[in-house]
């Protein structure tokens, strides 16, 4: 669930008596900050709608709260901007969407109180061993998300370090973060960068650790981070790149390595004519992977590298043509006599190297025959397969090669027996309700927790309403554990064993199909252990 504004709805509009029904309407709000819950003054707010010529703009006073008098009845959208936080504008990436609602003349529109979710900032130095600030680095911050630090393509912008080796994220949503600082490495010919270096993960680590991930949840700023890069002082990775049909003679390869599972790109390489020689220089000690494209990506090889205290000397690369993950969809279709499997069409489905998180998604769609194809993968190549179901269904299985995947996301082979994905229509769900007394809070993040913790694709989760109350659809049936959190606390119930340390007694859940229940759930609190 990303981390957007929250609107809370405090009231209904108010609807006009039969014989003033063409009198103008007025829209009421108050605009806060998310940390604080202080008023925003100055914010931008934007009204349109059908029944306005020209959009309505107006300010928040000192108060953070505005009046927009004199709006006829009709279907209206309401945006918020201010300067240093995430607007409440549709298509706007980390934004809330805009606020739809119908206004009825006369009487108030009351929209409640509208939080704008501050843009945090990361700020910090980047040094080499010997302390010289190290210029023109890139930084990069990846997002804790079900206890795992995982690239996320758009949700952080990038930066680079100044001539002081100084930097600066700015723009980045609410949430517990893994910094990390990297050089890329590709050069051509025999000229490589005067330094090269390994990734290196806040405070000083070679991979992520999400028990160093600064939060910023609650704060709006983190200043005075520091990475050290340490210089690499290594070996000649050399060899040849083959000419093949995907890479003719004389065709222009990049040449890069790599560290298996990191989400930062080639620290190190070259650029080569298919039919010469390769050198990249000044490689440490480590298993790493070498990634070659051709030019125009009609051609990719990928194999492993041991690099130790002696040059490592002729490799051979010889480039492929991409292959394509395919597939059907189909969905058991229950209720008759008989179940029957028809086509799924309209399955989302997004695949993603394991050894290449820096890479973009695979992504694609089925079609009315519930085919799919998702191209320019990796042959032999083990990619991690996500699965969106239509609504009304969810999935019961995923096959390649005769092989149920038990675990999900799905880890499937590229190039090898097309996947199949079968859903089902038979799921069950839940209504429920918090157990409250007076002054007890009605907000609560609700989990259905399947017994099989590794099929992260049969969680459900809902938020309670005003009144406690939550509602779960297309649930898969199983065993399930339910429980009532404060908070949603970046996902970190998929993490193992994260919800078992609660402590108090979830409620056990068995869903069969079609099945319908009732739930009375507790509230406990996640505190901050992750």
């Known amino acids: ?80 901007r201010k ?44 040094r080499w061993q010997d302390e010289e600030p190290a210029a023109g680095v890139t930084v990069h911050a990846l997002r804790v998300k079900g206890g795992k630090a995982a690239l996320r393509s758009g949700e952080v912008p990038l930066t680079r370090t100044n001539d002081h080796g100084e930097f600066t994220i700015d723009r980045v949503p609410p949430g517990r973060y893994v910094v990390y600082a990297f050089i890329q490495g590709v050069a051509p010919g025999d000229h490589t960068r005067p330094e090269i270096a390994l990734p290196v993960f806040y405070p000083g680590t070679p991979a992520p650790d999400t028990r160093s991930a600064i939060d ?89 590298v041991e690099v130790g205290t002696a040059p490592v000397e002729g490799i051979r690369v010889t480039l492929q043509h991409p292959v394509s993950i395919s597939g059907r969809a189909v969905v058991v279709q229950s209720g008759g006599v008989a179940p029957t499997t028809l086509p799924a069409a309209n399955v989302a489905l997004h695949a993603r190297p394991e050894r290449l998180p820096f890479l973009p998604l695979n992504s694609g769609m089925t079609n009315a025959s519930g085919e799919f194809t998702l191209d320019g993968a990796y042959p032999g190549e083990t990619y991690i397969l996500s699965i969106d179901p239509p609504p009304g269904t969810y999935i019961q299985r995923v096959v390649q090669n005769t092989r149920d995947l038990s675990e999900s996301p799905f880890p499937i082979s590229a190039g090898e027996e097309p996947v199949e994905v079968i859903l089902g229509n038979d799921g069950g769900r839940v209504t429920g309700a918090l157990n409250l007394n007076n002054g007890d809070r009605t907000r609560a993040f609700v ?52 919800l078992d340390r609660l402590g108090g007694e979830p409620v056990k859940v068995t869903i069969r199909p079609g099945d319908a229940q009732t739930l009375h759930l507790k509230i406990v609190s996640p505190g901050r252990d992750r």
């Open 1 to 80: 669930m990303r981390a957007v504004a929250v609107i809370q709805l405090a009231a209904t509009l108010i609807a006009a008596s039969s014989a003033q029904t063409n009198g103008p309407a007025a829209v009421r709000c108050r605009i806060v900050d998310d940390i604080h819950g202080t008023p925003i003054p100055n914010a931008r707010l934007t009204l349109t709608g059908r029944s306005l010529i020209d959009p309505i703009v107006a300010e928040s006073d000192t108060r953070g709260s505005c009046t927009l008098p004199g709006i006829p009845s009709g279907n209206y959208s309401l945006s918020v």
């Open 83 to 126: 300067a240093g936080f995430f607007p409440v504008q549709s298509g706007v990436p980390n934004g809330a969407p805009s606020i739809a609602f119908v206004a009825h003349a006369p009487g108030d529109a009351d929209l409640g109180t509208i939080t704008l979710v501050s843009m945090r900032r990361i700020s910090g130095m980047v």
């Open 216 to 304: 910023l949840l609650n704060t709006p700023e983190i200043t005075g981070l520091v990475l050290h890069l340490q210089e690499a002082a290594g070996v000649i990775v050399s060899g040849q790149v083959i000419p093949s049909i995907s890479a003719p003679k004389g065709s222009t390869v990049h040449l890069g390595l790599f560290v298996p599972g990191s989400p930062a790109p080639p620290f190190a390489g070259t650029i080569a004519a298919a039919g010469d020689e390769f050198r990249i220089r000044d490689v440490p000690p480590g298993s790493y992977l070498l990634l070659s494209v051709v030019d125009n990506i009609r051609g990719q090889s990928l194999q492993p």
């Open 447 to 498: 989990v259905l927790a399947p017994d099989d913790r590794k099929r992260k694709d049969r969680f459900r989760v809902a938020t309670t309403d005003a009144e406690g109350s939550f509602h779960i659809s297309d649930i898969p049936p199983g065993d399930y554990h339910a429980f009532a959190l404060v908070r949603n606390d970046e996902d970190a119930y998929l993490t193992e064993g994260y």
